[in-house]
């Protein structure tokens, strides 16, 4: 579903994607695990085609981002991690104005959004304006908005950041089912918990190198040990032989 190859982004002096190549199939829960800084967000945009690599190719569902950009963008959500929502709208108002941006037929919009509103719990606030919406209720709006179209894959930039434990604790549950019916989640995170826990396969960026990638036994015995996923994340930073 996503295909990387050799990809490298620049900006001024900073290097700030180094040579990345990665598959992932689909249905497959993908965490890109990585300090600030690492390279994470600018991989995301990447995928997104909001941003262009200054070298190598990105391909979703085998559209090319740079050639077939429209075809890729239809198969793809994307929530940011500072997730932009109209404050002067309903959350139902949100969901309708996204709906009509994806140019959903309007029968099959109300019944999808009806389906995300009882699936983010979304019922008891969703005709409020989203000004008096909690960091969470915009959040789940946000992701309720991103699964309308029932993209093929859904990206998420740091998604547990800001959210209290419960919150968390569903977004989890709701990524785990998303992968489990076909859709392929990529997220980024720095929480090595969130990684250890949730994901397939988890990535480990650091200075804008993919250093280690596979399952957790995999990237142990990469790392030649046999510990928590954060020994594994030090060991292999610390022989980073770029580091
Ligand atoms: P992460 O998401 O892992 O925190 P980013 O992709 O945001 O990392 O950043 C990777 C590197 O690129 C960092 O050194 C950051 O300072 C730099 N960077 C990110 N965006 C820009 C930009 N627009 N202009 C210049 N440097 C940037």
Avoid at 61 to 69: I, R
Avoid at 103 to 122: K, Q, S, T, Y
């Amino acid at each position: 579903m996503i295909r990387l190859e050799n990809v490298s982004k620049r900006y001024g002096d900073t290097l700030a994607v180094d040579g990345l190549s990665l598959h992932v199939p689909p249905g497959e829960l993908f965490a890109c695990l990585g300090p600030n800084g690492a390279g994470k967000t600018t991989t995301i945009k990447m995928l997104c085609g909001l941003l262009k690599p200054s070298v190598g190719r990105v391909s979703v569902g085998g559209f090319d981002l740079q050639t077939q950009g429209d075809r890729a963008r239809q198969l793809i959500s994307y929530v940011p991690d500072q997730p932009f929502i109209y404050d002067k709208l309903t959350g139902r108002e949100f969901l309708e104005f996204i709906a009509g941006l994806y140019g959903m037929e309007p029968v099959h919009a109300a019944r999808r959004m009806d389906e995300v509103i009882a699936i983010f719990h979304l019922g008891e606030f969703v005709d409020d304006l989203t000004e008096r919406y909690s960091h969470g209720m915009r959040q789940r709006t946000v992701f309720a908005s991103a699964l309308l179209h029932e993209p093929k894959l859904l990206i998420a930039d740091e998604p547990t950041v800001g959210l209290d434990p419960k919150s968390i604790r569903e977004l989890k549950r709701l990524l785990r089912q998303l992968a489990d019916g076909g859709t392929t989640v990529f997220l980024s995170t720095h929480t090595l918990d969130i990684a250890q826990e949730l994901a397939d396969r988890i990535g480990i960026i650091d200075r804008g190198r993919l250093i280690g990638c596979g399952t957790l036994d995999e990237l142990r015995s990469a790392a030649a040990h046999d510990g928590s996923l954060e020994e594994v994340f030090l060991r292999l930073t610390e022989t980073d032989p770029c580091a």
